[in-house]
C-alpha cells in the first residue's frame, strides 16, 4: 500500500513551507534556496552532536564519547537489542561461571580433551572442524573460505624471506613448479613480526610471524607445501621450516602455531579494524557532513545502525586496559594496538573493493575460493542499487562535481576519519557519476558483506581451540621432536579456553534482533523512482540468497558468511 509520509513545515519570511519527509533534495535542486538555511543549520547541529573522538595515536577516528551513555539518543541500542545484549551477555558469564570453577582441578591431558569446553549446541560446521582439524586440507580451506578469507595471495615469486637452508634443493623445485604453472599460492603474517607478546598472571605469552605456502590442486583443494614460523634474523641461522612428511606432531604444532596467528590477525586486522573501525569512520562522516535530505544521507543511513554503540562496548570491554584480549589473548596488553596502528597502513581504498582486492590478490578465477565468488556477487548487487539510486539524483558528472556537500563527505572520510588515507589511494573528491558510484557502494559494502565475512565465522572456526587459539603458553619450536605434551603446554589452559568458547558463543551466536541486507523498514525515500529501486534490490539479493542456498547443498562444506539472509544491514555486534 501508499507509505504515509510526515511533513515538515516552517516559517520563512511570510512564506510557510512543507516538506514531505521522504524527499530528497541536493543543494542544487534547490533553486529557489528555500531549504538552504535549513540543511545549513542541520549541519550545524550535527557536528556538534556527532565529534570525532580519538582513541589511540595513529589509529582512524571514532566517534567521541567515553561510554556509551556519551553517545547521541539517536545511535543507542533500541529496547530489543539492548535487552538481547544484556541477557545473553550474562547467560554466557554465568556458563563461565559455573563450567569454569571445575577447571582448577581437571586438566588438559590429551588434544581431545578440549572437549570439556565444547559448546553443545554447536553448528554443523564447528563439529566438522572438531573431527577433521588435523587434515592439511581443512587446513588450507580455511585461507579460502574460513574465519578470515583476508590473507591469502597467489605468489608473484617467491618470498624473499623464505631462506632455503642447505638439503632442502626438493622443496625448491617443488614450489618454483608451482610458481610457474600459477598454482603457488600464500599467507604471510609479517605483520606480527616484533610484536610484544602478552603476560597473563605473572605468565609469558607467546607471538610468531609465520609464512605459509599453498598449492592450488586442479580439484580446488589448497594444501599447505611448507611453513615458516619467524622470519629470518640476521646473523643468526635460517628458520627451521616445517614441512606435511615431518613428524605428525611437530607439523600439527607448525599449524597450530598459525591457526593462532590468524586469530590474531583475523580480530584484530580483518574484523575490528577492516570491519567495525571502518563502518565507524563511514558513519560519523555521514553524520557529520550530510543533511537528512541528501540523497546519499538516504542511502546511507540504513547501514550505520547501532555501529557507534557497539564500539564503544568494544573500545571498553574487549580491546581496552584489563578487557578481554588484555586477560586472555597472546596480543593483549599493548601489542593489539601496535597491530591495529601496522594494519592501518594496508588501508587501501583498492582492498575495500572486492573486485580489485580480489585481482590484486590472484583470486578472481579461483574456483574453490566460494568467498571470492560470493563477495564478488554481492559488490555488484550493490554496486547496480548504487548505481540506479545516483543516476536518479545526478543526471550527469557535473552535478556530481558542483555538489558541495557531497564533496566535504568524500573528503571528510579520507582526510580526518581515516587520517590521510589519499596516498592510501581513496578519494578527495569526486569526479564523476562512476566515481561517486564506487564510493558509495564500497561504503554499503564495509559496512555490510566485510564485516559479515570476517564476522560470521567465528562460532564456526574457533569453538574448536587447538583451530584458532586465543594465546600460545610457549615460545615457537626450535626443534622437530615435538610431543603431545609439547603441544598442550602451548595451547591455552583450561581457563583460557573456557574464555575464548564464552566470548566466541556471545559474539557468533545467531542475532535475534537483526535486520538483513535491504531489509530496513524506515523509509527514507518517498519517490517512487527510488522506491522501485530499493525493491529491484531487495529482488536481485532473494535471487543470490536462494542460489547460494542450492550451490550449499550439494557441497561438502557450506559457505554461509555472505549469504545475503545471514548478512547484516549494519555492524551491530
Ligand atoms: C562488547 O562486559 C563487545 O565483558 C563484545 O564487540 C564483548 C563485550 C562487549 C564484553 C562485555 C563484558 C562487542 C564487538 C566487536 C568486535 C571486533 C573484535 C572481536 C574480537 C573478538 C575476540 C574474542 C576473544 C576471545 C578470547
Ligand atoms: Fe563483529
Avoid at 93 to 111: C, E, P, W, Y
Avoid at 259 to 266: A, G, L, T
Avoid at 467 to 487: A, F, H, L, Q, Y
Wanted: charged letters at 25%; a neutral charge.
Amino acid at each position: 500500500g501508499e507509505a504515509f509520509f510526515p511533513c515538515y513545515s516552517w516559517v520563512q519570511g511570510k512564506e510557510t513551507i512543507y516538506l514531505p519527509e521522504g524527499t530528497a533534495l541536493k543543494v542544487n535542486d534547490d533553486t529557489k534556496n528555500l531549504f538552504r538555511k535549513y540543511r545549513e543549520q542541520e549541519l550545524e547541529d550535527r557536528r556538534n552532536v556527532y565529534r570525532w573522538g580519538s582513541w589511540k595515536e595513529g589509529l582512524i577516528l571514532p566517534i567521541a564519547g567515553s561510554t556509551e551513555r556519551d553517545l547521541p539518543r539517536n545511535q543507542r541500542f533500541m529496547e530489543d537489542k539492548d535487552l538481547d545484549f544484556s541477557l545473553s551477555l550474562a547467560k554466557v558469564l554465568k556458563d563461565f561461571a559455573i563450567k569454569g570453577t571445575l577447571d582448577f582441578v581437571s586438566r588438559v591431558q590429551h588434544l581431545e580433551d578440549y572437549q570439556k569446553v565444547f559448546p553443545h549446541s554447536k553448528t554443523a560446521l564447528a563439529g566438522r572442524v572438531r573431527d577433521s582439524w588435523k587434515e592439511d586440507a581443512l587446513f588450507g580451506y580455511q585461507f579460502l573460505n574460513g574465519a578470515n578469507p583476508m590473507l591469502l595471495r597467489r605468489s608473484k615469486r617467491l618470498p624473499a624471506r623464505l631462506v632455503l637452508p642447505p638439503g632442502m634443493e626438493d622443496l625448491q623445485t617443488q614450489l618454483e613448479k608451482e610458481l610457474k604453472a600459477g598454482s603457488l599460492f600464500e599467507a604471510d603474517f609479517s605483520l606480527l613480526d616484533g610484536v610484544k607478546p602478552n603476560v597473563i598472571i605473572f605468565k609469558q605469552q607467546h607471538v610468531a610471524a609465520p609464512l605459509v605456502m599453498l598449492k592450488l590442486q586442479s580439484d580446488g583443494r589448497l594444501l599447505p607445501m611448507v611453513i615458516q614460523l619467524q622470519p629470518p634474523r640476521h646473523g643468526c641461522p635460517p628458520p627451521l621450516l616445517f614441512l606435511p612428511s615431518d613428524p605428525p606432531m611437530a607439523w600439527l604444532l607448525a599449524k597450530i602455531w598459525v591457526r593462532s596467528s590468524d586469530f590474531q590477525v583475523h580480530q584484530l586486522q580483518s574484523h575490528l579494524l577492516r570491519g567495525h573501525l571502518m563502518a565507524e569512520v563511514i558513519s560519523v562522516a555521514t553524520m557529520r557532513s550530510l543533511p537528512s535530505l541528501h540523497p546519499i544521507y538516504k542511502l546511507l543511513a540504513p547501514h550505520f545502525r547501532y555501529t557507534m554503540e557497539i564500539n564503544t562496548l568494544a573500545r571498553n570491554n574487549l580491546v581496552s586496559e584489563w578487557g578481554i584480549f588484555d586477560l586472555v589473548v597472546s596480543t593483549g596488553s599493548g601489542g593489539h594496538v601496535d597491530i591495529l596502528q601496522r594494519a592501518t597502513a594496508c588501508l587501501t581504498y583498492r582492498s575495500f573493493c572486492p573486485p580489485d582486492d580480489l585481482a590484486d590478490r590472484g583470486l578472481l578465477d579461483v574456483k574453490s575460493s566460494l568467498y571470492a565468488r560470493d563477495a564478488l556477487r554481492l559488490w555488484e548487487i550493490i554496486s547496480r542499487y548504487v548505481g540506479r539510486m545516483v543516476e536518479l539524483f545526478y543526471k550527469n558528472d557535473r552535478e556530481v562535481k558542483e555538489d558541495p556537500e557531497l564533496q566535504v563527505w568524500c573528503r571528510e572520510v579520507t582526510e580526518i576519519g581515516l587520517l590521510g588515507a589519499q596516498d592510501r589511494g581513496f578519494p578527495l573528491s569526486l569526479e564523476s557519476r562512476a566515481q561517486l558510484c564506487r564510493f558509495v557502494t564500497m561504503c554499503i559494502f564495509t559496512c555490510t558483506g566485510q564485516h559479515a565475512s570476517t564476522h560470521l565465522g567465528q562460532l564456526d572456526w574457533y569453538s574448536w581451540i587447538p583451530n584458532g587459539p586465543c594465546t600460545m603458553r610457549k615460545p615457537p619450536p626450535t626443534s622437530k621432536n615435538v610431543t603431545e605434551g609439547d603441544i598442550l603446554d602451548a595451547l591455552p589452559c583450561l581457563q583460557q579456553a573456557r574464555m575464548q568458547i564464552t566470548f566466541t558463543k556471545f559474539l557468533g551466536r545467531h542475532q535475534p534482533v537483526m535486520v538483513a541486507l535491504g531489509q530496513h523498514k524506515e523509509e527514507y525515500f518517498s519517490d517512487p523512482g527510488a522506491r522501485a529501486v530499493l525493491k529491484q534490490f531487495q529482488e536481485e539479493l532473494a535471487v543470490m540468497d536462494k542460489e547460494i542456498e542450492v550451490r550449499n547443498a550439494s557441497l561438502d562444506l557450506p559457505y554461509e558468511y555472505l549469504r545475503p539472509s545471514m548478512v547484516e544491514n549494519s555492524v551491530t555486534i
